[in-house]
Protein backbone atom coordinates (compact mmCIF):
# COMPACT_ATOMS: atom_id res chain seq x y z
CA UNK A 1 0.00 0.00 0.00
CA UNK A 2 2.95 2.38 0.95
CA UNK A 3 4.55 2.05 -2.55
CA UNK A 4 1.58 2.16 -4.05
CA UNK A 5 1.03 5.91 -2.73
CA UNK A 6 4.40 6.46 -3.32
CA UNK A 7 4.49 5.58 -6.80
CA UNK A 8 1.06 8.39 -6.88
CA UNK A 9 3.72 11.32 -5.47
CA UNK A 10 6.17 10.16 -7.94
CA UNK A 11 4.10 10.97 -11.44
CA UNK A 12 4.55 14.23 -11.97
CA UNK A 13 1.32 14.83 -13.48
CA UNK A 14 -0.47 13.43 -10.88
CA UNK A 15 1.42 14.81 -8.16
CA UNK A 16 -0.03 18.66 -9.67
CA UNK A 17 -3.43 17.49 -9.63
CA UNK A 18 -3.56 16.37 -5.91
CA UNK A 19 -1.58 19.13 -5.00
CA UNK A 20 -3.84 21.65 -6.62
CA UNK A 21 -7.10 20.00 -5.39
CA UNK A 22 -5.36 20.19 -1.57
CA UNK A 23 -5.11 23.70 -1.98
CA UNK A 24 -8.86 24.17 -3.21
CA UNK A 25 -9.93 22.53 -0.45
CA UNK A 26 -7.77 24.60 2.09
CA UNK A 27 -9.18 27.98 0.43
CA UNK A 28 -12.62 26.63 0.74
CA UNK A 29 -11.92 25.67 4.53
CA UNK A 30 -10.38 29.24 5.11
CA UNK A 31 -13.47 30.53 3.53
CA UNK A 32 -15.87 28.45 5.52
CA UNK A 33 -14.41 30.33 8.83
CA UNK A 34 -14.55 34.47 7.37
CA UNK A 35 -17.60 35.79 8.63
CA UNK A 36 -20.27 37.98 6.56
CA UNK A 37 -19.44 41.65 6.28
CA UNK A 38 -21.84 42.89 9.55
CA UNK A 39 -22.19 39.58 11.51
CA UNK A 40 -21.15 39.54 15.29
CA UNK A 41 -18.36 36.78 15.51
CA UNK A 42 -17.99 36.56 19.17
CA UNK A 43 -22.01 36.50 19.91
CA UNK A 44 -22.32 33.71 17.04
CA UNK A 45 -18.93 31.54 18.79
CA UNK A 46 -20.76 32.16 22.08
CA UNK A 47 -24.17 31.11 20.70
CA UNK A 48 -22.93 27.76 18.69
CA UNK A 49 -21.21 26.91 22.02
CA UNK A 50 -23.74 27.14 24.51
CA UNK A 51 -26.98 25.75 21.98
CA UNK A 52 -24.80 23.61 19.76
CA UNK A 53 -26.37 22.66 16.50
CA UNK A 54 -30.16 23.28 15.21
CA UNK A 55 -32.58 20.72 14.26
CA UNK A 56 -34.25 20.09 10.78
CA UNK A 57 -33.48 20.87 7.60
CA UNK A 58 -30.99 23.41 8.87
CA UNK A 59 -29.06 20.78 10.23
CA UNK A 60 -28.27 19.23 7.07
CA UNK A 61 -27.86 22.62 5.39
CA UNK A 62 -25.16 23.07 8.01
CA UNK A 63 -23.67 19.24 7.37
CA UNK A 64 -23.55 20.00 3.97
CA UNK A 65 -21.60 23.50 4.40
CA UNK A 66 -19.22 22.08 7.40
CA UNK A 67 -20.50 24.25 9.99
CA UNK A 68 -20.35 27.35 7.46
CA UNK A 69 -23.74 28.04 8.11
CA UNK A 70 -24.30 28.83 11.68
CA UNK A 71 -21.44 30.39 11.55
CA UNK A 72 -22.70 33.19 9.08
CA UNK A 73 -19.38 32.57 6.92
CA UNK A 74 -19.13 33.78 3.66
CA UNK A 75 -19.81 30.24 2.63
CA UNK A 76 -22.14 29.76 4.96
CA UNK A 77 -24.81 28.64 1.81
CA UNK A 78 -21.98 25.78 0.88
CA UNK A 79 -23.16 23.34 -1.59
CA UNK A 80 -26.71 22.83 -1.10
CA UNK A 81 -27.89 25.61 -3.77
CA UNK A 82 -26.04 23.55 -6.34
CA UNK A 83 -27.00 20.17 -5.07
CA UNK A 84 -30.98 21.64 -4.83
CA UNK A 85 -29.91 23.31 -8.22
CA UNK A 86 -29.32 19.70 -9.81
CA UNK A 87 -31.67 17.46 -8.67
CA UNK A 88 -34.09 20.39 -10.02
CA UNK A 89 -32.90 20.08 -13.30
CA UNK A 90 -32.93 16.60 -13.14
CA UNK A 91 -36.68 16.35 -12.20
CA UNK A 92 -37.28 18.83 -14.97
CA UNK A 93 -36.49 16.19 -17.71
CA UNK A 94 -39.51 14.52 -16.70
CA UNK A 95 -41.66 17.69 -16.89
CA UNK A 96 -39.90 19.44 -20.02
CA UNK A 97 -39.47 17.79 -23.08
CA UNK A 98 -37.17 20.70 -24.60
CA UNK A 99 -34.71 19.58 -21.13
CA UNK A 100 -35.32 16.00 -22.42
CA UNK A 101 -34.14 16.70 -25.70
CA UNK A 102 -30.87 19.14 -24.66
CA UNK A 103 -29.93 15.94 -22.02
CA UNK A 104 -29.63 13.36 -25.43
CA UNK A 105 -27.90 15.64 -27.57
CA UNK A 106 -24.84 14.67 -26.14
CA UNK A 107 -22.01 16.91 -25.03
CA UNK A 108 -23.43 20.50 -26.44
CA UNK A 109 -27.04 19.58 -24.49
CA UNK A 110 -24.96 18.64 -21.65
CA UNK A 111 -23.44 22.13 -21.52
CA UNK A 112 -26.66 23.52 -21.84
CA UNK A 113 -28.22 21.81 -18.75
CA UNK A 114 -25.28 22.58 -16.98
CA UNK A 115 -25.13 26.33 -17.69
CA UNK A 116 -29.30 26.18 -16.41
CA UNK A 117 -28.08 24.60 -13.28
CA UNK A 118 -25.38 27.15 -12.57
CA UNK A 119 -28.50 30.49 -13.54
CA UNK A 120 -30.77 28.03 -11.08
CA UNK A 121 -27.72 27.60 -8.48
CA UNK A 122 -27.37 31.90 -8.46
CA UNK A 123 -31.41 32.20 -8.19
CA UNK A 124 -31.45 29.86 -5.09
CA UNK A 125 -28.36 31.31 -3.16
CA UNK A 126 -30.06 34.39 -3.27
CA UNK A 127 -32.63 33.27 -2.07
CA UNK A 128 -31.42 31.15 0.59
CA UNK A 129 -29.40 34.20 1.38
CA UNK A 130 -32.01 36.51 1.85
CA UNK A 131 -33.88 33.97 3.81
CA UNK A 132 -30.69 32.73 6.19
CA UNK A 133 -30.02 36.63 7.03
CA UNK A 134 -33.95 37.43 7.51
CA UNK A 135 -33.73 34.32 9.68
CA UNK A 136 -30.37 35.83 12.00
CA UNK A 137 -31.64 39.23 11.49
CA UNK A 138 -34.95 38.15 14.06
CA UNK A 139 -32.66 36.22 16.53
CA UNK A 140 -34.59 32.81 15.15
CA UNK A 141 -31.29 30.96 13.66
CA UNK A 142 -30.90 28.77 17.12
CA UNK A 143 -34.28 27.89 18.35
CA UNK A 144 -33.09 25.83 21.59
CA UNK A 145 -30.94 29.30 22.42
CA UNK A 146 -33.80 31.63 23.16
CA UNK A 147 -32.41 32.22 26.66
CA UNK A 148 -29.28 32.66 25.52
CA UNK A 149 -28.74 36.65 25.15
CA UNK A 150 -26.16 36.23 22.51
CA UNK A 151 -28.30 34.59 20.29
CA UNK A 152 -30.86 37.71 19.78
CA UNK A 153 -28.17 39.72 18.57
CA UNK A 154 -25.65 38.04 15.51
CA UNK A 155 -25.34 41.21 13.67
CA UNK A 156 -23.65 44.70 13.99
CA UNK A 157 -25.61 46.62 11.59
CA UNK A 158 -29.73 45.73 10.53
CA UNK A 159 -29.83 48.77 8.10
CA UNK A 160 -31.05 47.74 4.81
CA UNK A 161 -28.10 48.44 3.24
CA UNK A 162 -26.27 46.34 5.37
CA UNK A 163 -28.22 43.34 4.86
CA UNK A 164 -28.32 44.00 0.94
CA UNK A 165 -24.19 43.49 1.22
CA UNK A 166 -24.43 40.09 3.41
CA UNK A 167 -26.91 38.49 0.90
CA UNK A 168 -25.00 40.02 -2.19
CA UNK A 169 -21.39 38.44 -0.42
CA UNK A 170 -23.23 34.84 0.39
CA UNK A 171 -24.79 34.64 -3.00
CA UNK A 172 -21.21 35.44 -4.52
CA UNK A 173 -19.83 32.68 -1.81
CA UNK A 174 -21.82 30.04 -3.98
CA UNK A 175 -20.79 31.42 -7.17
CA UNK A 176 -17.24 31.16 -5.91
CA UNK A 177 -17.42 27.42 -4.68
CA UNK A 178 -19.37 26.62 -8.24
CA UNK A 179 -16.11 27.58 -10.11
CA UNK A 180 -13.76 25.81 -7.06
CA UNK A 181 -15.83 22.51 -8.11
CA UNK A 182 -15.22 23.12 -11.79
CA UNK A 183 -11.51 23.55 -11.53
CA UNK A 184 -11.16 20.92 -9.29
CA UNK A 185 -13.05 18.60 -11.70
CA UNK A 186 -10.94 20.05 -14.99
CA UNK A 187 -7.51 20.57 -13.61
CA UNK A 188 -7.87 18.16 -10.24
CA UNK A 189 -8.94 14.34 -8.93
CA UNK A 190 -12.06 13.19 -9.14
CA UNK A 191 -15.50 15.22 -9.23
CA UNK A 192 -15.00 18.90 -8.06
CA UNK A 193 -18.48 18.97 -6.06
CA UNK A 194 -18.49 15.78 -4.79
CA UNK A 195 -14.95 16.51 -3.16
CA UNK A 196 -16.02 19.72 -1.82
CA UNK A 197 -18.86 18.04 -0.22
CA UNK A 198 -16.48 15.12 1.26
CA UNK A 199 -14.33 18.18 2.30
CA UNK A 200 -17.59 19.97 4.58
CA UNK A 201 -18.87 16.63 5.83
CA UNK A 202 -15.05 15.06 7.01
CA UNK A 203 -14.36 18.33 8.74
CA UNK A 204 -17.07 17.39 10.93
CA UNK A 205 -16.38 14.72 12.25
CA UNK A 206 -13.68 15.47 14.65
CA UNK A 207 -16.27 17.76 16.88
CA UNK A 208 -18.91 15.54 16.60
CA UNK A 209 -16.70 12.72 17.54
CA UNK A 210 -15.19 14.81 20.24
CA UNK A 211 -18.59 15.95 21.72
CA UNK A 212 -19.34 12.02 22.26
CA UNK A 213 -16.40 11.36 23.98
CA UNK A 214 -17.04 14.56 26.00
CA UNK A 215 -20.70 13.84 26.93
CA UNK A 216 -21.06 10.23 27.38
CA UNK A 217 -17.53 9.22 28.31
CA UNK A 218 -14.75 6.86 26.77
CA UNK A 219 -16.48 3.79 26.81
CA UNK A 220 -19.71 4.91 24.42
CA UNK A 221 -17.01 6.59 21.94
CA UNK A 222 -15.42 3.28 21.34
CA UNK A 223 -18.44 2.11 21.04
CA UNK A 224 -19.47 4.71 18.25
CA UNK A 225 -16.07 4.06 16.83
CA UNK A 226 -16.64 0.21 16.48
CA UNK A 227 -20.04 1.30 15.26
CA UNK A 228 -18.76 3.31 12.23
CA UNK A 229 -16.48 1.00 11.41
CA UNK A 230 -19.09 -1.37 10.82
CA UNK A 231 -21.17 0.69 9.21
CA UNK A 232 -18.45 2.01 7.24
CA UNK A 233 -18.08 -1.95 6.16
CA UNK A 234 -21.74 -2.32 4.98
CA UNK A 235 -21.85 0.68 3.08
CA UNK A 236 -19.09 -0.28 0.97
CA UNK A 237 -20.29 -3.50 0.56
CA UNK A 238 -23.58 -2.32 -0.63
CA UNK A 239 -23.29 0.75 -2.98
CA UNK A 240 -20.40 -1.81 -4.78
CA UNK A 241 -22.94 -4.12 -5.34
CA UNK A 242 -24.72 -4.70 -8.28
CA UNK A 243 -26.94 -7.23 -10.18
CA UNK A 244 -25.20 -7.72 -13.66
CA UNK A 245 -27.49 -8.07 -16.53
CA UNK A 246 -25.61 -10.10 -19.45
CA UNK A 247 -25.92 -9.06 -23.46
CA UNK A 248 -24.58 -10.20 -26.41
CA UNK A 249 -24.21 -8.50 -29.55
CA UNK A 250 -24.88 -10.28 -32.99
CA UNK A 251 -22.46 -10.02 -35.69
CA UNK A 252 -22.68 -7.63 -38.57
CA UNK A 253 -21.39 -7.26 -41.91
CA UNK A 254 -19.90 -3.56 -42.88
CA UNK A 255 -18.26 -3.97 -45.83
CA UNK A 256 -15.83 -6.69 -45.05
CA UNK A 257 -15.24 -6.13 -41.63
CA UNK A 258 -17.15 -7.77 -39.15
CA UNK A 259 -18.69 -6.04 -36.30
CA UNK A 260 -20.37 -7.33 -32.86
CA UNK A 261 -20.08 -10.28 -31.54
CA UNK A 262 -19.17 -9.24 -28.08
CA UNK A 263 -20.29 -10.05 -24.55
CA UNK A 264 -21.43 -7.21 -21.75
CA UNK A 265 -23.11 -6.69 -19.24
CA UNK A 266 -25.56 -4.27 -17.95
CA UNK A 267 -24.55 -2.94 -14.37
CA UNK A 268 -27.69 -2.32 -12.13
CA UNK A 269 -26.34 -1.21 -8.73
CA UNK A 270 -28.41 -2.09 -5.28
CA UNK A 271 -28.40 1.44 -4.47
CA UNK A 272 -29.28 3.54 -7.88
CA UNK A 273 -30.74 6.36 -6.02
CA UNK A 274 -27.48 7.32 -3.91
CA UNK A 275 -27.93 10.11 -1.47
CA UNK A 276 -31.32 11.56 -3.27
CA UNK A 277 -33.79 10.15 -1.83
CA UNK A 278 -32.59 11.04 2.17
CA UNK A 279 -32.31 14.80 0.90
CA UNK A 280 -35.57 14.63 -0.23
CA UNK A 281 -37.17 12.92 2.78
CA UNK A 282 -35.63 15.49 5.09
CA UNK A 283 -36.26 18.28 3.64
CA UNK A 284 -39.96 16.96 3.13
CA UNK A 285 -40.39 15.89 6.94
CA UNK A 286 -39.06 19.79 7.59
CA UNK A 287 -42.52 21.68 6.01
CA UNK A 288 -44.98 20.29 8.79
CA UNK A 289 -42.64 21.69 11.99
CA UNK A 290 -41.93 25.11 9.66
CA UNK A 291 -45.81 25.36 9.43
CA UNK A 292 -46.66 24.90 13.14
CA UNK A 293 -43.91 27.47 13.69
CA UNK A 294 -46.05 30.03 11.64
CA UNK A 295 -49.38 28.88 13.63
CA UNK A 296 -47.84 29.40 17.72
CA UNK A 297 -50.08 32.19 18.37
CA UNK A 298 -52.68 31.33 20.87
CA UNK A 299 -56.50 32.08 20.80
CA UNK A 300 -58.73 33.90 22.84
CA UNK A 301 -58.68 31.11 25.56
CA UNK A 302 -53.99 31.43 25.42
CA UNK A 303 -54.48 27.33 24.15
CA UNK A 304 -52.69 26.67 20.85
CA UNK A 305 -54.14 24.32 18.50
CA UNK A 306 -54.14 20.82 18.99
CA UNK A 307 -52.61 19.78 15.66
CA UNK A 308 -49.73 22.29 16.22
CA UNK A 309 -48.95 20.69 19.57
CA UNK A 310 -49.25 17.25 18.56
CA UNK A 311 -46.90 18.14 15.38
CA UNK A 312 -44.01 19.88 17.55
CA UNK A 313 -44.85 16.67 20.13
CA UNK A 314 -43.31 14.16 17.20
CA UNK A 315 -42.20 15.73 14.29
CA UNK A 316 -39.82 18.68 15.27
CA UNK A 317 -37.43 16.24 17.09
CA UNK A 318 -35.93 12.58 15.74
CA UNK A 319 -36.29 10.68 18.99
CA UNK A 320 -40.37 10.18 18.08
CA UNK A 321 -41.36 6.62 16.79
CA UNK A 322 -43.57 8.29 14.24
CA UNK A 323 -41.10 10.70 12.99
CA UNK A 324 -38.74 7.24 12.40
CA UNK A 325 -41.91 5.18 11.08
CA UNK A 326 -42.81 8.37 8.34
CA UNK A 327 -39.11 9.54 7.74
CA UNK A 328 -38.44 5.18 6.84
CA UNK A 329 -41.40 5.14 4.46
CA UNK A 330 -40.49 8.70 2.80
CA UNK A 331 -37.04 7.41 2.12
CA UNK A 332 -38.39 4.04 0.52
CA UNK A 333 -40.72 5.65 -1.66
CA UNK A 334 -38.61 8.69 -2.45
CA UNK A 335 -35.67 5.76 -3.60
CA UNK A 336 -38.10 4.14 -6.22
CA UNK A 337 -39.45 8.17 -7.30
CA UNK A 338 -35.67 8.82 -8.22
CA UNK A 339 -34.78 5.35 -9.79
CA UNK A 340 -37.66 5.44 -11.64
CA UNK A 341 -36.81 9.09 -13.52
CA UNK A 342 -33.35 8.15 -13.81
CA UNK A 343 -33.43 4.84 -15.26
CA UNK A 344 -35.40 3.96 -18.16
CA UNK A 345 -36.03 0.45 -19.29
CA UNK A 346 -37.98 1.48 -22.80
CA UNK A 347 -34.89 3.98 -23.68
CA UNK A 348 -32.31 1.07 -22.42
CA UNK A 349 -34.07 -1.28 -24.40
CA UNK A 350 -34.22 0.67 -27.74
CA UNK A 351 -30.92 1.11 -27.77
CA UNK A 352 -29.82 -2.12 -27.08
CA UNK A 353 -32.22 -3.21 -30.19
CA UNK A 354 -30.63 -0.75 -32.17
CA UNK A 355 -27.06 -1.41 -32.07
CA UNK A 356 -27.89 -5.43 -31.89
CA UNK A 357 -28.12 -6.39 -28.08
CA UNK A 358 -30.05 -8.68 -26.58
CA UNK A 359 -30.72 -10.59 -23.50
CA UNK A 360 -29.88 -14.40 -23.79
CA UNK A 361 -33.51 -15.90 -23.41
CA UNK A 362 -35.24 -12.19 -24.01
CA UNK A 363 -36.63 -10.72 -26.67
CA UNK A 364 -35.99 -7.54 -27.80
CA UNK A 365 -38.09 -4.55 -27.49
CA UNK A 366 -41.14 -4.41 -25.33
CA UNK A 367 -39.57 -8.15 -23.36
CA UNK A 368 -36.66 -7.15 -22.76
CA UNK A 369 -37.63 -3.48 -20.99
CA UNK A 370 -40.43 -5.31 -19.10
CA UNK A 371 -37.47 -7.88 -17.75
CA UNK A 372 -35.33 -4.62 -16.99
CA UNK A 373 -38.16 -3.11 -15.02
CA UNK A 374 -38.59 -6.63 -13.46
CA UNK A 375 -35.57 -6.55 -12.28
CA UNK A 376 -35.14 -2.97 -11.42
CA UNK A 377 -38.03 -2.68 -9.14
CA UNK A 378 -36.61 -6.21 -7.27
CA UNK A 379 -33.43 -4.47 -6.48
CA UNK A 380 -34.48 -1.32 -5.81
CA UNK A 381 -36.38 -2.72 -2.45
CA UNK A 382 -33.23 -3.59 -0.47
CA UNK A 383 -31.15 -0.89 -1.97
CA UNK A 384 -34.19 1.56 -0.47
CA UNK A 385 -34.59 -0.31 3.13
CA UNK A 386 -30.81 -0.17 3.44
CA UNK A 387 -30.95 3.68 2.71
CA UNK A 388 -33.97 3.94 5.10
CA UNK A 389 -31.53 2.15 8.11
CA UNK A 390 -28.89 3.97 7.46
CA UNK A 391 -30.65 7.19 7.40
CA UNK A 392 -31.87 6.11 11.07
CA UNK A 393 -28.75 5.77 12.63
CA UNK A 394 -28.62 9.32 13.93
CA UNK A 395 -31.99 9.58 14.96
CA UNK A 396 -31.20 5.82 17.18
CA UNK A 397 -27.95 7.74 18.03
CA UNK A 398 -30.26 10.92 19.33
CA UNK A 399 -32.40 8.47 21.28
CA UNK A 400 -30.08 6.26 22.89
CA UNK A 401 -26.75 7.75 23.09
CA UNK A 402 -27.69 11.00 23.17
CA UNK A 403 -25.85 12.52 20.08
CA UNK A 404 -26.90 14.91 17.92
CA UNK A 405 -28.55 14.84 14.10
CA UNK A 406 -24.99 15.67 12.69
CA UNK A 407 -24.27 11.73 14.33
CA UNK A 408 -21.27 11.14 12.09
CA UNK A 409 -21.73 7.73 11.21
CA UNK A 410 -25.09 7.50 9.68
CA UNK A 411 -27.58 9.44 7.17
CA UNK A 412 -25.96 11.33 4.58
CA UNK A 413 -22.82 11.81 6.04
CA UNK A 414 -21.38 8.27 5.49
CA UNK A 415 -23.08 7.32 2.32
CA UNK A 416 -21.13 10.29 0.59
CA UNK A 417 -18.04 10.41 2.33
CA UNK A 418 -17.89 6.84 1.03
CA UNK A 419 -19.38 7.05 -2.19
CA UNK A 420 -16.92 9.94 -3.16
CA UNK A 421 -14.11 8.55 -0.96
CA UNK A 422 -14.44 4.93 -3.56
CA UNK A 423 -14.63 7.04 -6.47
CA UNK A 424 -11.72 9.23 -6.49
CA UNK A 425 -9.41 5.95 -5.06
CA UNK A 426 -10.74 4.53 -8.49
CA UNK A 427 -9.51 7.63 -10.74
CA UNK A 428 -6.37 7.94 -9.23
CA UNK A 429 -6.63 3.93 -9.58
CA UNK A 430 -6.83 4.66 -13.57
CA UNK A 431 -4.67 7.28 -13.55
CA UNK A 432 -2.25 4.85 -12.39
CA UNK A 433 -2.80 2.28 -14.62
CA UNK A 434 -2.31 4.63 -17.52
CA UNK A 435 1.54 5.57 -16.59
CA UNK A 436 2.75 2.58 -14.75
CA UNK A 437 0.59 -0.73 -15.56
CA UNK A 438 0.15 -1.00 -12.53
CA UNK A 439 -2.84 0.46 -10.12
CA UNK A 440 -2.99 2.19 -6.11
CA UNK A 441 -5.06 -1.30 -5.40
CA UNK A 442 -4.38 -4.83 -6.72
Not at 77 to 94: D, E, K
Not at 151 to 180: K, N, R, S, V, Y
Not at 250 to 279: D, F
Amino acid sequence: MFSAIARVFRTPDLRRKIAFTLAIIAIYRLGAHVPTPFVDYPNVTTCLDQTGSTDGLLSLVNLFSGGALLQLSIFALGVMPYITATIIVQLLRVVIPHFETLYKEGQAGQSKLTQYTRYLTIALALLQSTTLVTVARSGQLFPSGSGVPECEALLTEEAWWAQLLMIITMTAGTGLIMWFAELVTERGVGNGMSILIFTSIAATFPAALWAIQATNGFEVFLLVLAVGIAVVALVVFVEQSQRRIPVQYAKRMVGRRTLGGTNTYIPIKVNMAGVVPVIFASSLLYIPALIAQFNQTPDADGNVPGWVTWIQAYFTTGDSPIYMAVYFLLIIGFTYFYVAITFNPVEVADNMKKYGGFIPGIRAGRPTAEYLDYVLTRITLPGSIYLGLIALLPLIALATVGANQNFPFGGASILIIVGVGLETVKQIDAQLQQRHYEGLLR
